[in-house]
């Protein structure tokens, strides 16, 4: 019998024995499994075992299932293997024996540390573990660190401070946020590491059009090789060498991008960090969406 991990933000993980053929989980109390979180809808997912395989589908939930980083498809089932981080609202779920390897070994850290960057120095000291073990970590950490946060800047704050410290050779990060119906930019945050270096402006819009069109996340692995001839002019002359961009999707719209990018040399991360950026996206978009939306319930109370 297989072993479901969860990590529901509100509780320390949880392991749970699966039975069944299928397994229901969300906020409702008919589900087999019942979550904390308030972003998970009522009844969320379905986990159905056929012949030794297992398969998830998402049930039409509010804000989404997300596969190792990638959403998929409501009303699909979709195959996952053993240790591969399934993110729901702001909880993480994980299969089998595997997670024990991705998740126990820092468990204390989680919830010992003051603030998610000391868990990011920690993890940076065991030598930057495998992908499944970044992307469970560092998004479980965003999750819970973030519903502590008082405003969006603050929110907005620390995911660039705990990603700009994960990915060590990326200088400068923006976070992006846009008007769904308009389109209009409403919000941005930037960080850069270099003093006195703003990026608010110096972005590439090139990148940051395409993924917002896509919905995809995009890489730059080396700007000034292979990669030079297909991008624009104004890229060189801001010096990017390499770059990094997701979406930050919440309710199967598009709120959003965050956007790294390295000025010093090329190959600024590796190609499993695109990854764990892309599972940080989806915990970061709720916890986005629900400050905005307090932002605005308090401005409307006030007039």
């Known amino acids: 019998m297989i072993k479901l991990y969860v990590m529901d933000g509100v509780d320390e993980i949880q392991s749970i024995d699966l039975g069944g053929n299928s397994v229901y989980v969300g906020r409702a109390p008919g589900n087999h499994i019942q979550m904390k979180d308030a972003y998970v809808s009522g009844t969320h997912l379905k986990i159905v075992e056929k012949a030794g395989r297992y398969f998830v589908e998402d049930l039409g939930s509010t804000n989404g299932t997300f596969v190792n980083g990638h959403a998929i498809p409501p009303r699909v089932e979709i195959e996952v293997e053993e240790g591969i981080p399934i993110t729901i609202g702001m909880s993480l779920i994980c299969l089998g024996k595997a997670c024990l390897d991705s998740v126990m070994p ?6 010992e540390a003051d603030t998610l960057n000391d868990v990011v120095e920690k993890s940076q000291q065991r030598d930057r573990p495998m992908t499944e073990k970044n992307t469970m970590e560092l998004v479980y950490n965003v999750s819970t660190v973030l519903k502590e946060a008082s405003s969006l800047n603050e929110i907005l704050e620390r995911i660039l401070d705990s990603v ?35 990026v ?44 990094l961009c997701v979406p930050l999707i919440s309710r199967s719209q598009v709120r959003g991008v965050i956007y790294l990018d390295s000025i010093d040399e090329p190959y600024g991360f590796r190609n499993e960090d695109l990854s764990l950026l892309t599972a940080l996206g989806s915990s970061a978009a709720v916890a986005i969406e629900n400050a905005l939306l307090f932002s605005r319930d308090a401005s409307l109370s006030v007039h």
């Open 200 to 243: 608010a402006f110096r972005y590439s819009r090139t990148i940051v059009d395409r993924v917002v069109r896509e919905g995809k996340a995009f890489k730059i692995v080396n700007m000034v090789g292979e990669d030079a001839e297909s991008f624009s002019e104004s890229m060189r002359i801001m010096r990017i060498k390499s770059a």
């Open 164 to 198: 700009l410290n994960l990915l060590q050779r990326m200088d400068r990060g923006l976070i992006l946020l846009r008007d769904t119906e308009t389109g209009n930019i409403i919000h941005t945050h930037s960080k850069a590491k270099r003093s006195g270096e703003g």
């Open 106 to 111: 820092f468990v204390d850290a989680i919830f």
